[in-house]
């Protein structure tokens, strides 16, 4: 069952975001410079001494934790591109355009494209049918279609580790390589397109030269390529948590409205002590969706603003493994029009695929 159906109070609330948006505090909107270089600078000698570290040892031993570390470095550097590609890190433009394309290079992500996808798309609908990409679920009479591979790719997807085989299949691939780039935006696109494959084919080559043909493409994938590929894995995890829940509906187009998507759509998540120091408060969802303008290090103040004013509407909870696991044990197929969340089997009695 829902949120909204759960709320008695569901039919009063707001449609828009302005009733929200006027209890975020002004000083949520201050950005200080010192504090976002800082940060990024902080993020970068992280990812330096991961990269060290991993160009220093082949020890099994070893390799899994610089792994590991490398992975959270590049996640949080991209965090960090991700606020700047919001133009909420810097007041500066050419600051944040700057450090918005520095920082996702060890993420592979085309920062314009990413832009695109993500601040227009799933920000502009987030969980709306048929417009917002991330995450979107099938309806049991579109799986009774799939034929048995794609059955199969869902199943593991939409599974306790498919988070980032998801992510890397629907966003990165989809949505960052095989993406024609609208004519509108098509040479900022292929510019930023250029720049990540210049670090990433740049990196291979300096490897190469420096190592031999054999030491260099593993040295290449020890530091370059498994770090990416853990990198999706946390980010297609922290992406589903954020909007993938049995109390978190999707909506039909005529249905949506803004507040649905942006404050019942996502969740404020808790983490661990030390939590937001890699991730920059990117589990406080709510206030992100409701202005992305805010920075990072201020989502937790306008988080608690809007708490206060709408305490039935934001979910605020810790993160818990087993909530995960409840969520993939739970959500599967989605009926858009009652709100809820279905098993597999609803689909057998469908017509499947010739």
């Given at each position: 069952?829902?949120?909204?159906?759960?709320?008695?109070?569901?039919?009063k609330?707001?449609?828009?975001?302005?009733?929200?948006?006027?209890?975020?505090p002004e000083?949520?909107?201050k950005?200080?410079?010192a504090?976002?270089?800082?940060?990024?600078?902080?993020d970068f000698?992280?990812y330096?001494?991961a990269?060290?570290?991993?160009?220093?040892?082949?020890?099994?031993?070893?390799l899994?934790?610089?792994?590991i570390?490398?992975?959270?470095?590049v996640?949080?550097?991209f965090?960090?591109?991700?606020?700047?590609a919001h133009e909420?890190?810097?007041?500066s433009?050419?600051?944040n355009?700057?450090?918005?394309?520095?920082?996702?290079l060890p993420?592979?992500?085309?920062?314009?494209?990413w832009v695109?996808?993500?601040n227009r798309?799933?920000?502009?609908?987030?969980?709306?049918?048929?417009?917002d990409f991330?995450?979107?679920?099938a309806?049991?009479e579109e799986?009774?279609?799939?034929g048995?591979?794609?059955?199969?790719r869902?199943?593991?997807?939409w599974?306790?580790?498919g988070?980032?085989a998801?992510?890397?299949?629907e966003?990165?691939?989809?949505?960052?390589?095989?993406?024609?780039?609208?004519?509108?935006?098509a040479?900022a696109m292929?510019?930023?397109?250029?720049?990540v494959a210049?670090?990433?084919?740049g990196?291979?080559?300096?490897?190469?030269?420096?190592n031999?043909?054999?030491g260099?493409?593993w040295?290449w994938?020890k530091v370059?390529?498994?770090?990416?590929l853990l990198?999706c894995?946390a980010?297609?995890?922290?992406v589903?948590?954020?909007h993938?829940d049995?109390?978190?509906?999707?909506?039909?187009r005529r249905e949506?409205?803004?507040?649905r998507?942006q404050v019942?759509?996502?969740?404020?998540?808790?983490?661990?002590?030390?939590w937001?120091?890699?991730?920059?408060w990117?589990?406080v969802h709510i206030?992100?969706?409701v202005?992305?303008r805010?920075?990072?290090?201020r989502?937790t103040?306008?988080?608690?603003a809007i708490?206060?004013?709408?305490?039935?509407?934001?979910v605020?909870?810790?993160?818990?493994?087993?909530?995960?696991?409840?969520?993939v044990?739970t959500?599967k197929l989605h009926?858009f029009?009652?709100?809820?969340w279905?098993?597999?089997?609803?689909?057998?009695?469908?017509?499947s695929a010739?």
């Amino acid at each position: 069952m829902s949120i909204a159906e759960t709320t008695p109070v569901a039919a009063k609330r707001p449609t828009g975001l302005k009733p929200v948006l006027d209890v975020i505090p002004e000083s949520c909107y201050k950005r200080s410079t010192a504090r976002g270089v800082g940060i990024i600078a902080r993020d970068f000698l992280f990812y330096g001494l991961a990269i060290w570290g991993l160009l220093s040892t082949n020890n099994p031993l070893l390799l899994v934790p610089l792994w590991i570390f490398a992975g959270i470095s590049v996640a949080s550097l991209f965090v960090m591109g991700h606020d700047a590609a919001h133009e909420a890190l810097f007041d500066s433009k050419r600051l944040n355009a700057f450090f918005g394309r520095l920082t996702m290079l060890p993420s592979w992500h085309a920062t314009e494209l990413w832009v695109f996808g993500h601040n227009r798309v799933h920000h502009g609908h987030t969980l709306k049918q048929g417009f917002d990409f991330v995450w979107h679920p099938a309806t049991p009479e579109e799986y009774a279609q799939m034929g048995w591979l794609k059955r199969f790719r869902h199943r593991f997807e939409w599974g306790p580790f498919g988070a980032g085989a998801y992510y890397l299949r629907e966003v990165f691939f989809n949505k960052m390589v095989r993406f024609k780039p609208p004519k509108r935006w098509a040479k900022a696109m292929w510019r930023d397109r250029a720049i990540v494959a210049a670090f990433v084919f740049g990196a291979l080559a300096l490897l190469v030269v420096t190592n031999g043909v054999g030491g260099g493409l593993w040295a290449w994938v020890k530091v370059v390529v498994v770090p990416f590929l853990l990198f999706c894995q946390a980010i297609g995890w922290v992406v589903y948590v954020q909007h993938i829940d049995p109390a978190i509906r999707w909506w039909p187009r005529r249905e949506w409205n803004r507040f649905r998507g942006q404050v019942e759509g996502t969740t404020v998540l808790i983490g661990p002590p030390g939590w937001d120091f890699f991730f920059h408060w990117i589990m406080v969802h709510i206030p992100h969706h409701v202005d992305a303008r805010i920075p990072c290090y201020r989502l937790t103040e306008a988080a608690q603003a809007i708490k206060r004013s709408f305490p039935d509407e934001v979910v605020w909870k810790k993160i818990k493994v087993r909530d995960y696991f409840r969520s993939v044990r739970t959500c599967k197929l989605h009926d858009f029009e009652s709100g809820r969340w279905l098993p597999y089997s609803a689909a057998r009695s469908l017509p499947s695929a010739s």
